[in-house]
């Protein structure tokens, strides 16, 4: 179940910069793809990239969360890791810390810190109410979560937190 992480946790860039969440909300909400460590990971790209290609120029920051070290996160997401925002969660500390427990998910974060709306597992009914939120606060359009080719509903792993 989705709860509000330490505004003090240390969180890193996939590029090795570190700030506390606090410092990471101070301009706008986060509107955050957590990713497991693994290759299949990949299989989530298509799905953010329509959700972030509609939220990209919303008042929040679109990024991956990936459960890994940085050259991970560059190995599954590829050219995204350099078009968008990539935090990396080596053991698990963010992910355990908006109470998250299986991967893929969907979270958005107000700038204070709280969880507005979260999704874990694949389930695109479910993440299209947190892009509701999403659009909802932000004064924004919808994007259509689903699509072709997506993976199919109910896949997820378990996070693995230190």
């Not at 990471?24 to 799905?47: D, S």
């Not at 920051?61 to 050219?79: H, K, N, Q, W, Y």
């Not at 507005?116 to 259509?144: L, M």
Request: glycine residues 8%.
């Amino acid at each position: 179940m989705a709860q509000n992480p330490d505004p003090a946790l240390e969180l890193s860039t996939s590029k090795g910069v570190t700030r506390s969440l606090d410092d990471w909300l101070t301009m706008h909400p986060l509107c955050l793809i957590f990713l497991p460590g693994r290759v299949e990971g990949a299989q989530w790209i298509p799905v953010a990239e329509r959700i972030f290609a509609t939220f990209g120029d919303a008042d929040c920051t679109c990024a991956f969360v990936v459960a890994g070290p940085e050259e991970v996160a560059r190995r599954i997401l590829g050219l995204a890791e350099e078009k968008w925002m990539t935090f990396v969660d080596p053991v698990g500390v963010l992910s355990a810390g908006v109470g998250l427990t299986q991967l893929p998910a969907f979270v958005y974060l107000r700038q204070d810190g709280t969880v507005v709306s979260a999704a874990e597992g694949w389930n695109p009914g479910e993440w299209q109410k947190v892009a509701r939120a999403v659009a909802q606060s932000t004064a924004w359009t919808v994007p259509e979560v689903r699509g072709p080719n997506d993976p199919p509903t109910g896949t997820s792993w378990p996070v693995k937190a230190a």
